[in-house]
């Protein structure tokens, strides 16, 4: 796909949106990226609890979103039942979509407060409840880009002009709503006419830093490198690193981080070359209730994503056993910074009330 690399506003998709009609949650296929930009129409349980499992939606944030307006939509297309039914039904749902990526807490948080409003609103009228789930989920929403426009102007405290960043998978307006997490000051900077140098790890084995990190840089028009996850190390050394910058799916009280696979080794090597390595994260991420990392459930994913997704032919010898962890935690002794809409904070860590 082909696309000017000077329109900054290009790389902000409206990645999560009501159909026209209200019927329907429509969103980027984001498995089809870079090759292919489609939009599509979700309304069935099956193919909404499909689109979060496949990654066709995918990032803490943005799934959270997702699911909140998911929940809605199920409720809007169950039959004329009892209130108690429904109740029942409703909240049965989101379990089920709570289930379908378990390491990332904003799922489980934007559903509770979806569920919340289903339990508060259980005996009014069906119009009434349906009409205070769509106000919640479009709440969830316009706080998320509140959030990442301030987690941005803090972050971007921590770069100039002219320096280098490492960023491992996709923490962009494609997991969140806009300008994200961990590009979230990058492309402020950009915005800003601040020149930075991105290098992004490939993130394998889903790709998301060569499918979806590049694709939304190159759109905004931001300097960027594309590089093998096994090159961080050279390129640090090499002195083009000045700071590290990640998302989070859940961060542990004690400021343990949990993020893409991959994401800890990039920690171990920045602190080996002395660059600092900081964790961008909305303060739905923190999760005061997790002690530490060893608290965190790492989702497991299925072998084939390892042996043959996003290749024409399979890359290892049928029936290779395959280990394939989602996730890994970052110690909180590695992170330079963890910064929230609140600000950036420093270790030692203690988010027992979701901000220090």
Avoid: W
């Avoid at 119009?127 to 919640?136: F, H």
């Avoid at 000051?185 to 499918?211: F, K």
């Avoid at 890359?315 to 394939?324: D, E, L, M, Q, V």
């Amino acid at each position: 796909m082909e696309f000017a690399t000077t329109n900054l506003e290009s790389c902000y998709h409206e990645n999560i949106s009501l159909s026209a009609d209200g019927t329907a949650v429509v969103i980027l296929d984001q498995t089809l990226l870079p090759n292919e930009e489609r939009l599509i129409e979700l309304r069935g349980a099956d193919e909404l609890y499909e689109a979060i499992y496949s990654l066709r939606i995918r990032g803490a944030p943005a799934i959270g979103i997702f699911a909140a307006y998911a929940l809605y939509i199920f409720a809007l297309g169950l039959p004329p039942c009892e209130p108690a039914a429904f109740r029942e039904q409703t909240l049965g749902f989101s379990a089920r979509l709570c289930s379908a990526r378990p390491t990332a807490v904003n799922l489980a948080r934007q559903l509770q407060r979806m569920e919340t409003i289903v339990r508060k609103h259980g005996n009014a009228p069906r119009a009434d409840q349906l009409a205070a789930m769509k106000g919640e989920a479009e709440a969830i929403r316009c706080e998320d880009i509140e959030m990442c426009r301030a987690i941005s102007e803090h972050g971007l405290t921590l770069i100039g002009e002219g320096q280098g960043v490492l960023t491992h998978c996709n923490a962009g307006p494609l997991a969140t709503s806009r300008y994200g997490t961990g590009l979230g000051a990058i492309l402020l900077a950009r915005e800003r006419g601040i020149n930075l140098r991105v290098y992004c790890d490939e993130t394998r084995p889903l790709l998301q830093g060569a499918r979806l990190t590049v694709y939304e840089l190159m759109k905004a028009g931001v300097d960027c490198t594309l590089i093998c996850d096994n090159m961080a190390s050279i390129v640090m050394k090499e002195g083009k690193i000045d700071a590290v910058f990640v998302g989070a799916d859940r961060v542990a009280r004690n400021g343990d981080a949990a993020n893409k696979i991959g994401t800890s080794g990039v920690a171990i090597l920045a602190k080996h070359y002395g660059i600092p390595f900081y964790v961008f994260c909305p303060s739905s991420t923190i999760d005061p209730d997790c002690a530490s990392g060893g608290e965190i459930v790492i989702e497991q994913r299925p072998p084939q994503e390892i042996s043959q997704l996003y290749f024409e032919k399979p890359i290892a010898p049928a029936g290779a056993k395959c280990y394939n962890p989602a996730f890994d935690v970052t110690d909180s002794s590695l992170i330079s910074a963890i910064v929230t809409e609140g600000g950036v904070h420093r270790g030692p860590y203690d988010f027992s009330d979701k901000e220090q």
